[in-house]
Every structure is written in C-alpha cells, then in structure tokens.
C-alpha cells in the first residue's frame, strides 16, 4: 500500500509507476522522451539479503537510485547497515514507518458526499474542476492497486453547481 500511495503522490507531476522485479518493489518515472528528465528511482527491499537486493538492483537500476530497506521495529538494524555498507551504499537517513490498523480509526459521520472516480469521462470532469493533470487510466475501475481503499457509501457531485 506504501509503495503505491507514495508512486500515486509522485504522480502529480509526470507518472510515476510503482512495479515488482522479483521480491523488490521499484517506484520511478515513466518512460521520459529526454533521459535527463528521470527523477531519482526508488528500491523498496523488505526481507531480502543485502548480496540478493544489490544484484537484483544493479541490473535493473537507472542511473541515480536510491534503496529503501524496510526493518521491522523489534529487528536490529545493525546487520543491514554493515551489509550494505560492505556493497558501498552510505546510510543518508533513517526514518520511522507508522503502523496503524485502520480498523482503531473510528468512522465519524461524512459531512460530504464522496465518490470513486471510475471512468475517464469522470476524470476529465475532475481535471477540469482541479486544473491538474487526469487520473491515470490504470488507478480508476476496480482493478485499481487499492481499490478497498476507496469503498465508500458516499457520492460527491461533479456537475456544475446552481450560482
């Protein structure tokens, strides 16, 4: 789910895919007609050897490519820091990842109606309201990566309203 939402953020600007190679996760820009334009690419490693995540990388990477490797919170980072470190990699920066089951959220009452938007034609609509680039044709429809995200008993109105 992070990996999308987070390709999804990305996206405002030029579409940016999130995909699988192998057991990693890759987050980086679409195909660009002029190379220099690629944004920094995104490994996400969780439960794969440094040697294993490394090679799987070099062979796939872009230039300019950041690794993101994902440690649970009761897990030592130590043994992957001195992995990576031994590959040539330098620790930038650590981060903490919040973990909240959705389920402890409590629903509060909707004070708008909210609607899925699931066609192009829908889509276009909201570009032209938002005056931003349309909703990827891949995230709409319920083969979208997060569709249990958007359930909702809501409805939100895109027509033109009475002035």
């Not at 195909?31 to 040697?51: F, I, L, M, Q």
């Not at 690794?67 to 990699?89: C, F, W």
């Not at 995200?149 to 939100?156: C, F, G």
């Amino acid at each position: 789910m992070f990996v999308h939402g987070y390709s999804t953020g990305r996206s405002r600007t030029f579409p940016y895919e999130a995909s699988r190679v192998g057991p990693l996760w890759l987050m980086r820009d679409a195909e660009r007609k002029n190379p220099r334009d690629y944004r920094s690419e995104e490994w996400v490693v969780h439960d794969v050897a440094a040697e294993e995540a490394d090679a799987i990388v070099r062979q796939h990477a872009r230039p300019g490519f950041a690794v993101s490797v994902v440690i649970a919170n009761d897990e030592s980072d130590g043994p992957a820091r001195t992995a990576y470190k031994a590959l040539g990699y330098r620790l930038l920066r650590t981060e903490g990842f919040f973990v909240q089951p959705l389920r402890w959220i409590p629903s509060p009452p909707a004070l708008v109606l909210i609607e899925r938007v699931r066609t192009a034609e829908r889509a276009a609509q909201l570009r032209k309201i938002m005056r931003r680039r349309p909703i990827a044709t891949d995230l709409l429809g319920d083969g979208a990566p997060f569709p249990s995200m958007w359930r909702s008993k809501a409805t939100i109105s895109l027509g033109a309203s009475a002035a």
